[in-house]
């Protein structure tokens, strides 16, 4: 596995992938752990989570400065990225045993009737370099303090940070072998979840990669969870604030350089005040600073890797051919590095690669919509189902336009987010299964009916 800094272009280090003997013996130590994991006392478990995010919190700026080296988040965001994992693992330390406590049911006289909640085994997690920190600790946090033991596929140009990763639970006093990172090739991943050690797998990161999991998994007979894709529409209505709409979708766009699943993509803006936002936007968009990831100012560094900026340029050379009106950036920055600008598209035609695909960057796709109907239609007018956003300042009327939105989740009036007290995942092309909450961690258990006379 090469290293490429993707804000110079150069060469970090290279990493020697594992073969499959060493998958073999990794699957092996991992079963073994498990039978010894599963048995520690919940309280346990939950401490040594804790402890995983005062490592996180000690050592996040290393840990930032990793992500910032491998895949070129700005180090101000890799910093807060840290701080989000700890909050996870705080999270679930305190919520865990809760979480799993045995629910009662209804029984005749006489009878106890409950469902309790086992760990299933080894989960392999297949992540994503976009947030390579956050996506392991939200998979980690919950099902680790469940019983079951992880075993992490990472995405092969941040090695760096998978291997970051295994050492916080290390550090934290995990036992060893409750977690461990493969530096495998996407072409082992099938065996690995084939393997009947393997209990269950999930996966955040492109549809095909989703879908070779989700069929694999499917063969086996095993749970997975897939969080995937998104094209997010951000519906400005009327009586938006557009001044808080205009900065927020900026951010909402433009954070981690545009690479996000849940980025406002699609900006669906009311016609009476579409001038008045567009104008606004553009003013935001073009404010943000482009440049050096390892500058605390810098609000948009370079794409996780050259090859994603070129298809990310496809996409918009062929959206302005289609007859897109390009407002501001649209071409890479001449300089050395991944560096793509805050790129605004307005009058998008229906079909053309900014309206019918997931822009993975700094791309936004604005449309001048006539009323609200057409507006959720819109919205709807997608393949995806991940998140949303609705400005508008009657806060009724943006819950029940909430509800007839097709997403896994909804925001009034702020930007879509992901947050551990609340389940998190999609519907359609953006995946199944939920992450986070309760609903998360009970995604890779055994509901157990246990009935007593």
Known sequence: MEVINPATGERERTIEEQTESDVDDALERATAAYEEWRD???????????????????????????????MGKPISQAVAEVEKCAWVCDHYAEHGSAYLSADGHPSPPGSSVETVYDPLGPILAV??????????????????????????????????????????????????????????????????????????????????????????AGDQLKTSVLELGGSDPFVVLDDADIEAAAETGAWARNQNGGQSCIAGKRFLVHTDVYDEFLEAFVDEVESLTVGDPTDEET??????????????????AASVAA?????????????????????????????????????????????????????????????????????????????????????????????????????????????????????????FVNRKTVWVE
């Open 127 to 216: 992540m994503p370099w976009n947030f390579p920190f956050w996506q392991v600790f939200r998979f980690a946090a919950p099902h680790l303090t469940s019983g079951n033991v992880g075993l992490l596929k990472h995405a092969s140009n941040v090695p760096g940070c998978a291997q970051a990763i295994a050492d916080v639970f290390r550090k934290a006093g995990y036992p060893e072998d409750v977690f461990q990172t493969l530096l495998i090739s996407s072409d082992l991943v099938d065996d690995v979840i084939e393997d009947d050690r393997v209990k269950a797998a999930t996966v955040t990161g492109s549809g095909p990669a989703g879908r070779a999991v989700a069929s694999t």
């Open 323 to 443: 007859g897109a009106e390009l407002l501001t950036g649209g071409e890479p920055l001449d300089r050395e590095g991944a560096f793509y600008p805050p790129t605004i598209l307005a009058d998008v035609p229906e079909g053309c690669p900014a309206d019918s695909e997931e822009t993975f960057g700094p791309v936004a796709a604005v449309y001048e919509i006539d009323d609200e109907d057409a507006l959720v239609a819109k919205a709807n007018d997608t393949e995806f189902g991940l998140g949303a956003t609705i400005w508008t300042e009657d806060r009724e009327r943006g819950r029940r336009l909430a509800r007839e939105i097709d997403a896994g989740c909804v925001y009034v009036n702020q930007l879509v987010k992901s947050d551990p007290r609340v389940p998190f995942g999609g519907v359609g092309e953006s995946g199944y299964g939920r992450e986070l909450a309760r609903d998360g961690m009970l995604e």
């Open 40 to 70: 520690r006392p919940i309280r346990e478990r939950e401490e040594l989570l804790a402890a995983a995010g005062d490592v996180l919190r000690e050592n996040k700026r290393e840990y930032a400065e990793t992500m910032t080296r491998e």
């Open 299 to 316: 609000d948009i560094g370079p794409q996780a890797r050259a090859d994603l900026m070129d298809e990310l340029h496809e996409q918009v």
